[in-house]
């Protein structure tokens, strides 16, 4: 038999547990409602569930693991009150913190990203990148669990946002729909590299700008305009933009 042919068939035959999906998406759901709005006996429901994911996926010391989570909701919980701070401060959009924790799909994203970067942290496999594919499946925000974000991160309208892995983000900074925080080459050998940009504090992204490279650094306090295309870094302090002509002019006979 060649030996892709028996790979295939070994992977043809294998079991997988695809209902997990169904149990994190909830497990998910929860941790988000008990960080804002926790009921009696939540939380050991919430550990509960945890340890039935963990066994399914054959960790070790899940016990351990969940409580070390546990010890992080309350600093998760005051970087996302940071988070919704930053919202109602610059969306004109945004009228009260209540409206941000119930109607703004950036800060679920965010909120998602936050508790899945904290079990990424602790090297459990898997459920962290469930967990982000459920917040993405909802918000289309794709944000790696693996990526390190600063403080009063802001994500207006959020559709179409992709940070990889190994980006890192520091405080202050506002990112718009469509914006790509990626590689600039995908190969499996990159794996423990550094593959995506580092976006200093006080930068603003605006819609459908791409930023890729692990070395790509864009500078404090810079602005960078709608649908540039960035592959190398930026000094702090820049304005970067795209320029490209539209003609505007009135109609004459004949011409549509």
């Not at 909830?26 to 926790?38: E, G, M, N, R, V």
């Not at 962290?128 to 594919?133: A, G, L, T, V």
Request: overall charge neutral; glycine content about 8%; hydrophobic content about 40%.
């Amino acid at each position: 038999m060649e030996p892709c042919n028996e790979l295939n068939n070994k992977l043809t035959h294998k079991k997988y547990n695809i209902r997990l999906k169904d149990v994190v998406k909830s497990f998910t759901k929860d941790l988000f409602y008990y960080l804002f709005d926790a009921h009696d006996d939540e939380l050991k429901c919430l550990r509960k569930t945890f340890l039935k994911i963990a066994d399914n996926f054959k960790i070790d010391n899940g016990e351990a693991v969940w409580d070390a989570f546990q010890g992080k909701f309350q600093s998760i919980r005051e970087k996302l009150d940071l988070d919704a701070i930053a919202v109602v401060n610059f969306d004109p959009a945004t009228k009260s913190l209540e409206e941000v924790y119930l109607a703004c799909p950036g800060f679920y994203a965010i909120s998602i990203y936050r508790l899945s970067h904290e079990l990424y942290v602790l090297n459990v496999p898997i459920i962290p990148r469930m967990m982000s594919e459920y917040v993405h499946g909802i918000t289309g925000i794709d944000i790696h669990p693996g990526a390190t974000i600063g403080d009063s991160f802001f994500v207006d309208h959020g559709t179409g946002i992709v940070i990889g892995e190994t980006s890192i983000i520091k405080n202050n900074v506002k990112i718009f729909q469509g914006v790509t925080l990626g590689g600039i080459q995908v190969k499996k050998s990159l794996e423990s590299t550094k593959r995506h940009p580092t976006i200093e504090d006080n930068v603003t992204i605006y819609a459908n700008a791409t930023i890729l490279g692990g070395d790509i650094v864009i500078g404090a306090n810079s602005t960078i305009g709608a649908n540039v295309w960035i592959t190398e870094s930026v000094p702090e302090n820049s304005l970067v933009t795209y320029q490209t002509e539209i003609k505007i002019r009135p109609k004459k006979n004949g011409i549509r």
